[in-house]
């Protein structure tokens, strides 16, 4: 299976960088990893929900250009649908009963996804209702979809 993490914004911060890599390395022997980046817009402090609106789009028009069309996509959004790991894993094992043999996991940026993405996507996943900065948003993804291969593959892991 592939796995895509489209996301807005560089990881400027060396810890979040070692953890990404690290992994990126351990997902190296369950799946094809692809890690995507796209630039983000500058959000100016106090900017009206117009402007937002706009930046929105703009990264949205940026994620866009990179998600294939046969790919199943994933929208991180705080109104999506929260899970255990367990249920996390099962998601990801059924998709690939189901044929899916890509999955496309988009992060937005500081300011969330634009509508054209979210509505675009095949599924919205919420990690929780709190708000994490979306460069550790990265990390947290890229563990849980390590867990959920070793949960399906019945591998132990930290409960």
């Known amino acids: 299976m592939k796995i895509t993490i489209l996301a807005v914004?560089?990881?400027?911060?060396q810890y979040y960088n070692e953890a990404i890599a690290e992994y990126s390395k351990r997902l190296g022997r369950y799946c094809t990893l692809e890690i995507i980046e796209v630039d983000d817009e500058k959000t100016p402090d106090g900017a009206s929900e117009k402007e937002e609106v706009k930046i929105r789009d703009k990264e949205g028009e940026r994620l866009s250009r990179f998600i294939p069309d046969d790919a199943y996509v994933v929208a991180l959004?705080?109104?999506g649908k929260e899970m255990s790991s367990v249920e996390f894993a099962e998601g990801i094992e059924g998709l690939g009963v189901d044929g899916v043999s890509h999955i496309?996991?988009?992060i937005g940026g500081s300011i969330?996804?634009?509508e054209d993405i979210l509505g675009g996507a095949d599924a919205r996943l919420s990690f929780s209702r709190?708000?994490?900065p979306h460069q550790l948003m990265r990390v947290i993804l890229l563990e849980q979809i390590y867990r959920a291969?070793?949960?399906?593959?019945?591998e132990p892991y930290h409960k």
């Open 9 to 13: 914004g560089k990881v400027k911060e």
């Open 77 to 79: 959004a705080i109104g």
């Open 130 to 132: 709190m708000t994490y």
């Open 149 to 154: 291969f070793r949960i399906n593959r019945g």
């Open 104 to 106: 496309v996991f988009i």
């Open 112 to 114: 969330g996804l634009s």
